[in-house]
């Protein structure tokens, strides 16, 4: 028998509440993308625009975790 895994659902555009959107025309935030199903996030200038990078992908990461 075959198992067939789960498509990865790649989700961009991601912005945290206390992100702009920017140039993005359709956002969620990290943690509605998780409870839609988002497998794999793309969250870029949020972080790497941040003035603490470590400390935006901290709470891009615990916004997942409370969606879970």
């Known amino acids: ?9 790649v989700v961009p555009g991601i912005r945290p509440t206390w ?5 993005q025309k ?6 509605e993308a ?9 969250v870029g200038r949020p972080i790497t625009e941040a003035r603490d990078p470590a400390d935006a992908a901290r709470r891009v990461r ?7």
């Open 19 to 23: 992100a702009e959107a920017g140039d």
């Open 26 to 31: 359709r956002v969620v935030t990290p943690g």
């Open 34 to 42: 998780v409870r839609l199903g988002g497998s794999l996030l793309v």
């Open 62 to 68: 615990a916004d997942m975790m409370a969606a879970a």
């Open 1 to 9: 028998a075959q198992t067939v895994a789960a498509p990865l659902l």
